[in-house]
């Protein structure tokens, strides 16, 4: 399943309009329907406010079998390492991105952030200062601060994240 037909049943589920989760956004109506037919892809930044605006976690727009073929066409992708577990007061998330990719504005969102960098060079800019992880480094920061990450280098980024709900 795309990301796209995971939003769309996820919103319908929440019994939620284009319009209203457009207003809890901010996010146009006609890319969330975009998103949903498949016709663009959606950002880090545009994903975590549709996350939040449905009260989900980022991960579950992406397949859990990571073998599967619709991974290929996002420039990252999340794996939920919670085990199901629901509830709790932080989320573990494994995140590839690939080379080059995902490069967007800062934005903030409520809670913390801890990432660890397992492979790969990740950028970070946080409220317009930018910096490098390399592999076996660490950073945790109050994601209410604007913040943004992604791949500069030519190769995949693998980091866990691990952010508090």
């Not at 800019?125 to 109050?142: A, I, R, V």
Request: hydrophobic fraction near 35%; aromatic fraction near 10%; charge should be negative.
């Amino acid at each position: 399943m795309t990301i796209g037909e995971q939003l769309r049943s996820i919103r319908k589920n929440h019994k939620m309009t284009l319009k209203t989760l457009s207003e809890k956004t901010g996010v146009s109506i006609s890319f969330l329907s975009q998103v949903e037919r498949n016709k663009c892809n959606v950002t880090l930044e545009s994903l975590r406010k549709i996350s939040d605006a449905l009260n989900v976690n980022p991960s579950v727009f992406f397949p859990q079998n990571q073998e599967d073929d619709s991974n290929k066409l996002y420039p990252f992708i999340y794996e939920d390492l919670s085990n199901q577990i629901t509830g709790a007061s932080f989320h573990p998330i494994l995140v590839t991105l690939k080379p080059k990719e995902n490069i967007g504005k800062e934005f903030s969102h409520y809670g913390h952030e801890f990432i660890y960098v397992l492979s790969g060079i990740l950028t970070i800019s946080l409220e317009g200062k930018t910096f490098e992880l390399n592999e076996t480094e660490s950073y945790m920061f109050d994601s209410s601060r604007n913040h943004y990450w992604w791949n500069n280098s030519d190769e995949d980024v693998h980091f866990l994240l691990v952010s508090t709900l």
